[in-house]
């Protein structure tokens, strides 16, 4: 099929139509919902409220309430392990604070358990870094401007979550947040500045200042590498293991926290690690493709620390509910699903339909963002791709009109080459976006100092819930990851002080696994999941083996 | 789009794939399963470097198996680790001049100028230049040209002078954002306020207030002009 500029013929006809309004729109801003219209688009359109989207879970310490399928099914599994097959005399590897997972949540703990004298070990998937933090592109809020204050900042977050948030958590998130700024410019993270040192911040869907500082289009990235190499340089007192997932936690005979059982991705062996606190940092649920969306995440988000704190007995908040990112890339087909940032909407982009009309405000929260998306290709108003995906357009080039010229590719690197990368060039023609599966919005219970039920046990980042209520608003997670990851890392310090080693056991995964029994649970389902399952049916049906289960039952 | 089949050699073996896959699905679809080589899969964290040549072109290309698309007569391999020497400091004991270079990254000053780096570098980034302008002490020019690096490590796969780039372009960024950088004078004053205890009481008013008058609060907030 011929291409021209990326695009079949039959799109250009529609592409045609998008700049024919450009100018027009230029002038106008188009009305922001109101809270009632919102509702009422989010019953009818978005995901969540989909018949069916959840269901009762009949097993630990959440037993009765709802949560998406996909988690039902990893909640309602067995353990890769068989615990009576593990012999947890046979101590692999020791240390004072246990941290699980190299994302912005698990380097920030891991800082500040060092630098408060804690020998850390802290553990991972693939390799530091790889994680959701390291993708984030938007930016990070904070309250610091003088027409701003951690008040406003307080409002707009439990507006963005529907009313539903843990206020304590919130309180942490906005008052912790100018210090995270100052802490980062510290590490030497090159946020974008004016010549005289001030941030260049810009709106958000759903604030209300202008409160997003970022770093091009690569903000997590700059944060993450610089985080990496603050962790990599404290090599005294931070050991990284890196391909070892977690796959279990420990309690001791007390019911505190003493460790967890790796997995050695290469080797296949299960590991003993004891320690005296554990910090689960394991991000969200991205890769879990909740009602077969594509998603932003990266490949190890798999919910694999929401299972284990289950487990271990820890209970879930708002686990009904999930971020739908608006502007998911529709075309082409190789980056379906990918990012495209909130910032370039921040920034001047439109959502524009099949016949070059707008039908939304372009920064609203999210999910109400997202409803409108799918609202307008269920009504028939989209664009249909060569492979049969729909969308709609994303008018780029328009940002261009308001702030002149190259401003795409000098503030979008990232962006402006994934798609040059396929000929089309977005600061010329509109791009083609459809809601992607993007953030897990609850997880697991935590205070404000990020303890938890378990003694011993802290949790930080896209793992817990509570801080963003029932929808999280662009640049609260960043931030969320930040302010309780250093939390979890000074908690767990304090807490380890008089702590020793105690006796491991996996008592927990034993008594699961009897009310598992109970309910007649098929046995072949298995979590945590680790990394998702991309084989084709014609191969594994060749495979003939379990293996990627690893299981020892 | 290019759905036909197409002929990749993964490792010197054959397997038909659709061609519009990338490299990173086309492996899967062969029946990889991937452990190491794929990281974020949306081309920002530098997992799947892959190196790859056509038949009869004695060419060697590298570039991210994410991001890239298969295509007929391909012969690949995945480098998912760089044994790449990175120096061990304390950023807060350092200068930003050339003589931490000197002394950290010596071989850095061994460059022969060949711009195989850059040619390498599937971001696109002019790696040779920032080695050039850390030489020349320019710590500006080498934070602004290197920003975009996945530290991916191919470009140190092809430097003769066998320099580890993006480690040196990591410190280069930290010392120019730490130290050369203007501090937001607006952050500071900010956290002096939040270290009197100011704001406290205010945002202790919205946690002891109804949820009705939260929303009332909440719809009549005002916005700041875009
Ligand atoms: C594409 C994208 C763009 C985003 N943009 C923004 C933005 O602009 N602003 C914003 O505020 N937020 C943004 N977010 C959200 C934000 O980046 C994440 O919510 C946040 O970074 C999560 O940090 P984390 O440390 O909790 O988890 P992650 O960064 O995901 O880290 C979790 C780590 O744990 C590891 N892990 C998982 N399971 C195990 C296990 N069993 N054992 C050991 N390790 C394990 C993972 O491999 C990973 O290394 C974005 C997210 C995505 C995906
Ligand atoms: S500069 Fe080197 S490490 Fe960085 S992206 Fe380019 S090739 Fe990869
Ligand atoms: S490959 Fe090495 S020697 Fe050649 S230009 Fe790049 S840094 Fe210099």
Known sequence: MALVGGYTEKMWESIRKVEETRKDRCEKQ????????????????????????????????????????ELADLLEA????????????????????????????????????????????????????????IMAQGGIQAADKDNDNPAIHYLDIIGGGHFD????????????????????????????????????????????????????????????KTLRDEVKNNSESIEIVEFSPAVELMLDEEGRAAGAILFNLETEEYLVMRSKAVIIATGGFGRLHIQNFPTTNHYGATADGLVMGYRA????????????????????????????????????????????????????????????????VESGNGIETPTGMKGVWLDTPIVELKHG???????????????????????????????????????????????TAIPGLFIAGEVSGGVHGRNRLMGNSLLDVLV??????????????????GKPTLNHVKSYIK???????????????????????ETKEKQLTTNYLGTLW | MDDAMVRIYIMGKEYKVPGNLTILTA??????????????????????????????????????????????????????????????????????????????????????????CTKACPQDIKVMDYIQAIVREDLARAADLSFDCIMCGLCAMRCPAEIAQYNVAILARRLYGKYLVPRAEHTKKRIEELDKGMWENEVRELMSISKEELKEKYTSRDREED
């Open chain 1, 30 to 69: 188009y009305p922001a919902i109101s809270l009632e219209k919102g509702e009422e688009l989010l019953n009818k359109y978005h995901p969540d409220y989909k018949e069916g989207n959840t269901r009762e879970i009949h097993v630990g310490p959440s037993k009765g309430s709802k949560v998406v399928q």
């Open chain 1, 78 to 133: 067995y353990p890769r392990i068989n615990p009576d097959l593990i012999d947890l005399s046979k101590v692999d590897m020791e240390t004072d604070v246990l941290i699980i997972g190299g994302g912005g949540a698990g380097a920030s703990a891991a800082l500040l358990a060092s630098m408060n004298g804690a020998h850390v070990t802290l553990v991972t998937k693939l390799r530091i870094g790889d994680a959701n933090t």
């Open chain 1, 165 to 224: 948030n843990n206020p304590e958590l919130v309180k942490a998130l906005v008052m912790d947040a100018p210090g995270i700024i100052a802490w980062l410019e510290e590490l030497g993270v090159m946020f974008d500045k004016e010549e005289d040192g001030t941030m260049i911040t810009i709106h958000g869907g759903g604030t209300s200042r202008k409160r997003m500082h970022s770093a091009r289009d690569y903000t997590g990235g700059e944060i993450m």
């Open chain 1, 313 to 376: 007995g820890l209970k879930l908040l708002f686990m009904d509910t999930v971020q739908y990112h608006p502007t998911g890339a529709a075309y082409p087909e190789q980056i379906i699903g990918q990012l495209v940032t909130e910032k370039v909407r921040g920034t001047g982009a439109e959502p524009v339909n099949a016949h070059g009309e707008q039908f939304v405000y372009p920064l609203e929260p999210r999910d109400i963002e997202a409803a409108a998306l799918i609202r307008e």
């Open chain 1, 405 to 451: 010229k190259g401003f795409l590719e000098k503030n979008f690197p990232a962006m402006y080459r994934q798609n040059m990368r396929f000929d089309i060039n977005m600061a010329e023609t509109p791009i083609l976006v459809y809601p992607t599966l993007h953030y897990q919005n609850g997880g697991l219970e935590i205070a404000s100092d990020c303890r």
């Open chain 1, 484 to 501: 309780f990851g250093r939390r979890a890392g000074t908690t767990a310090t304090e807490y380890i002080q008089g702590v020793s080693l």
């Open chain 1, 515 to 537: 009310e598992l029994e109970k309910l007649n649970i098929p046995r072949d389902r298995v979590a945590p999941m680790i990394l998702p399952d991309y084989t084709r049916k």
């Open chain 2, 27 to 116: 492996m899967e679809y062969a029946g990889y399963k991937i452990k190491r080589g794929a990281g974020c899969r949306e081309g920002f964290c530098g997992a799947c470097a892959t190196v790859y040549r056509f038949k009869d072109d004695y060419k060697l290309k590298a570039d991210l198996a994410c991001q890239t698309k298969v295509e007929d007569g391909m012969f690949l391999a995945q480098l998912p680790f760089v044994p790449a020497q990175m120096a061990i400091y304390d950023i807060n004991k350092l200068k930003p001049v050339v003589g931490v270079f000197q002394e950290l990254y010596p071989e850095n000053f061994k460059c022969v100028s060949c711009n195989a």
